[in-house]
């Protein structure tokens, strides 16, 4: 009779760490969840995020708009960058088909990264709104002493 082998079960630190990764997905995946459609006026433009030199890039198409038109903040965790393309009107004439988005758009972007947000920097070229944001360097690994007084002393 041959012996047959059960296949290794994996260790129950892996079935955790792939648990949490699972779980971190998902709250990744709602964030995106676009059931909530934009009002009337309202566009959704595209973002790519991705990582160079130390610094997260997050780069927004907004073809056609001015800095004036567009505003990013941070809040709560969440970089917001929000703008405006104002009505367009044809020069005495009137539209026949209407394509590009206008109105307001307001994106909300989770960075659960390590930042610096006071160092970060936008500027618009080419349709393009770039911001970047220098990371911070990883803190982990590194010992901190907190010095222990005794009761009485300053």
């Known amino acids: ?37 934009p009002e009337e006026g309202e566009w959704i433009p595209s973002v790519d995020i991705y990582e160079c030199r130390g610094s997260l890039m997050v780069v927004v ?9 567009l505003r990013v903040a941070h809040a709560d965790g969440r970089l917001i960058i929000t703008g405006e393309r104002r009505d367009r009107k044809p020069a005495g004439g009137a539209f026949l088909c209407m394509e590009r988005p206008q109105g307001r758009f307001t994106r909300a972007i989770l960075l659960d990264e390590a930042v610096d947000i006071r160092q970060a920097e936008a500027h618009v070229e080419g349709g393009l709104l770039t911001i970047t944001i220098p990371r911070v360097k990883d803190r982990r690994g590194t010992e901190t002493v907190i010095p222990v007084r005794r009761d009485g002393e300053p």
């Open 1 to 37: 009779m041959p012996l047959s082998r059960r296949p290794s079960r994996p260790e129950p630190t892996d079935l955790a760490a792939l648990q949490q990764e699972l779980n971190q997905l998902f709250e990744r995946l709602a964030e995106f969840d676009r059931a909530d459609h």
């Open 61 to 69: 198409e907004v073809p056609g708009l001015p800095p004036e038109a």
